[in-house]
């Protein structure tokens, strides 16, 4: 089944300049540092179970037993458990199904898109935690809830920060902030940890701060784990 490219459903991230990381975070967030991007294509909702579902059907790439729970498998929940070579894979099927330059996002590029033009503040939306949000405490109570049913952010990109972590393209090196460059960052050369941002269902506070940072082996897959896809221009 030949995947489908709707322009509804991508955002246009400016590019631009803007503070990336938070000196009062955890240590692998600082320093804080002004970073310059180029624009790019995000996914306005993070990748369903059944967008995901053509790709298996498309490859012949088995999918996670981890993802077979009711509670995780509704057609419009994002796909979880994927490793981060299942969502490379999965990009690169895209790009050559759809003759465009989808992957993942960079850390960057995510962070960027996650602020949503909101210059320093720790949230999506600002300052005010995360409880504070309308059915915060009704939600997420067995999964991740679907893909694009909270509100968007200044940029119109849904579930930033939360439902499910999200990888990036880049290895994860706690110190990479202290030699970063400022144009375009891509992450180190090499590492044993991919790099994951935003928050997810499992955990007891449920929303990321937009400067978090997370990282596990590229490997690895966990119920809590998902991704949305980039698109360069």
């Known amino acids: 089944m030949r995947p489908a490219f709707r322009s509804e459903d991508w955002v ?5 300049e803007f503070l990336m990381g938070q000196d009062d975070g955890r240590d692998e967030e600082r320093p804080a540092h002004r970073v310059r991007i180029r624009p790019f294509l995000l996914c306005r909702h993070q990748v369903t179970n059944d967008e995901y579902g053509r790709f298996l059907a498309a490859t012949g790439r088995p999918g996670s037993p981890l993802s077979a729970a009711p509670q995780l498998s509704r057609p419009h929940q ?3 458990a994927v490793s981060w070579l299942d969502a490379a894979a999965y990009c690169d099927w895209l790009a050559a199904a759809l003759g465009r330059p989808f992957r993942l996002p960079t850390e960057a590029e995510w962070e960027r898109a996650a602020r949503g033009g909101l210059e320093g503040r720790l949230y999506p939306w600002g300052d005010e ?4 949000r309308a059915g915060y405490t009704e939600r997420w109570l067995e999964g991740p809830e679907p893909a694009g049913t909270s509100a968007p952010n ?19 090196d706690a110190r990479w902030y202290e030699v970063s460059p400022a144009d375009d960052p891509r992450g180190p050369a090499s590492g044993s940890r991919r790099a994951s941002r935003g928050g997810a269902w499992r ?11 997370s990282s596990i082996p ?10 949305r896809v980039a698109c360069g221009l």
Request: hydrophobic fraction near 35%.
């Open 129 to 132: 935690p995360p409880q504070t």
């Open 78 to 80: 994002p796909v979880v």
């Open 218 to 227: 590229p490997h690895m897959t966990y119920t809590d784990y998902g991704f």
């Open 154 to 172: 200044g940029y119109g990109l849904f579930d930033m920060c939360e439902n499910v972590h999200e990888w990036c393209a880049d290895w994860f």
């Open 203 to 213: 955990h007891h506070v449920k929303i990321a701060r937009c400067a978090a940072r």
């Open 12 to 16: 246009e991230v400016p590019g631009g």
